[in-house]
Structures are given as structure tokens and as C-alpha cells.
């Protein structure tokens, strides 16, 4: 049973440019959630996709942007990089019908931005 | 508004002594409450959950938790670490009565067990 991948696992990009970040979730989820985990410090939520939409986001800008798809994958995707765009970006999956937040976290997609 | 403080960013112990990695949170409501493990590397791994009945939650590998409203605290316990236990320990929150929307975390305690 295949738990939360996601795709790259690295990348590089400089100023400016356009990211994309692509996330499957565990098998029998179907709700997403994407967090910006920068250098020395916890998870911080960006948003949250369900049902293909967006359902609730942290207070990041407008140039991050998510999508989900029917089969229950997630793409986060982020324009006009900065340079403290630079972190690692953990998507998460869950089950809405479990009645709680439990959280299936894959490893990770390191953005770095030079 | 949720939010979470952990109170110590690194906890350097020896191998088969105790550690308690401390976590106090901020929530105008009923909340549920979780510790998340993260090796070198990796994700977030779930270690224990809080969501109702009895306030002492454990988990497989000898960790223990123990909610305390009135000091709103989750603590993290374990009586003898092990070298294997060296890693990012994360304490995180979320509104309860509902699996939607955040979880909010703490900035990560780092255990370090030494020989």
C-alpha cells in the first residue's frame, strides 16, 4: 500500500521562475494538504484541496495555487519565485470521513531558489 | 487562532535515560492534539494523536503523551531512549469536530541520543 508521493524530490530553479510540484496520496485518501517547512522550523499550512477545491489556506500570496484532480492528486505550483521561497514543501494527505486531522505526510519536494 | 510553542529546540540526552520534550498550545477551542516524528530526510511521521477520552495517549515505541487542559500542555515522555530515538519531534494542533482544514506546528524539538 502505496502511502504519500511526491515529485521531485529536488529542484533548483532562480528568481522569478514558475514551479510546479506534484503530490499522489495514500491509497483510500482523498483530501490534500500542502505545508512550506522553511529551514529550522515546523510545517507551515498553505492550503487544503477536497472535492477539487480549495477549502481553507494559510496566509501565503496569491502566486502559490493548487489543483486537484479527480482521481485525488494535487499539483501546488508557485510563480514569481523569491528566494524565500526556498524550503521543503510537504504534501499531506487525509480522509474527511475519519472525524479528525490525521495527517500522512510524503517526504517532501526541496525547492531551492538561487 | 491556534498556536503552538515548544520549549525546547534541542534536548541532547544519553542512551537508556528518560527525556520529556515539552509542548504547550494556544486555542479558543476544543482542539486535537498530535506529535509527529521526522527523521533526516524524510516526512512527518505520525507518533500519537489526542483526540478524546483518556488524556494518557502512547504509542508503539514507548512514547507516551498526557493532555492537560487546564495547563493546555502535551507533553511527550519516553523512560529510556534509544540511539534510534535521535531525531526532529514535532508537536502540532488542530480545531476538533472537524478534519478539515489545518494543523498548526510547533518549530520542532531536536533530540540528540548519545552513547
Known amino acids: 500500500d502505496a502511502g504519500v508521493t511526491q515529485s521531485p524530490t529536488h529542484l533548483i530553479k532562480t528568481r522569478g521562475q514558475q514551479v510546479t510540484l506534484r503530490c499522489s496520496p495514500k491509497s483510500g485518501h482523498d483530501t490534500v494538504s500542502w505545508y512550506q517547512q522553511a529551514l529550522g522550523q515546523g510545517p507551515q499550512f498553505i492550503f487544503q484541496?477536497?472535492?477539487?477545491?480549495?477549502?481553507q489556506r494559510g496566509n501565503f500570496p496569491d502566486r502559490f495555487s493548487g489543483h486537484q484532480f479527480p482521481n485525488y492528486s494535487s499539483e501546488l505550483n508557485v510563480n514569481a519565485l523569491l528566494l524565500g521561497d526556498s524550503a521543503l514543501y510537504l504534501c499531506?494527505?487525509?480522509?474527511?470521513?475519519?472525524?479528525?486531522?490525521?495527517?500522512?505526510f510524503g517526504a517532501g519536494s526541496r525547492l531551492t531558489v538561487l | 487562532a491556534q498556536s503552538v510553542t515548544q520549549l525546547d529546540s534541542q534536548v541532547p540526552v544519553f542512551e537508556e535515560a528518560p527525556v520529556e520534550l515539552r509542548c504547550n498550545y494556544s486555542s479558543s477551542v476544543s482542539v486535537y492534539l498530535f506529535w509527529y516524528v521526522q527523521y533526516p530526510n524524510q516526512g512527518l511521521q505520525l507518533l500519537l494523536k489526542?483526540?478524546?477520552?483518556?488524556?494518557l495517549v502512547e504509542s508503539i515505541n514507548g512514547f507516551e503523551a498526557e493532555f492537560n487542559k487546564s495547563q493546555t500542555s502535551f507533553h511527550l515522555r519516553k523512560p529510556s531512549v534509544h540511539i534510534s530515538d535521535t531525531a526532529e519531534y514535532f508537536c502540532a494542533v488542530s480545531k476538533s469536530m472537524t478534519n478539515a482544514g489545518k494543523s498548526t506546528f510547533g518549530d520542532g524539538t531536536t533530540l540528540t541520543v548519545k552513547p
Open positions: 489526542y483526540l478524546s477520552g483518556s488524556t
Open positions: 484541496y477536497y472535492e477539487e477545491e480549495e477549502r
Open positions: 499531506a494527505s487525509s480522509f474527511q470521513g475519519s472525524g479528525a486531522n490525521v495527517l500522512t
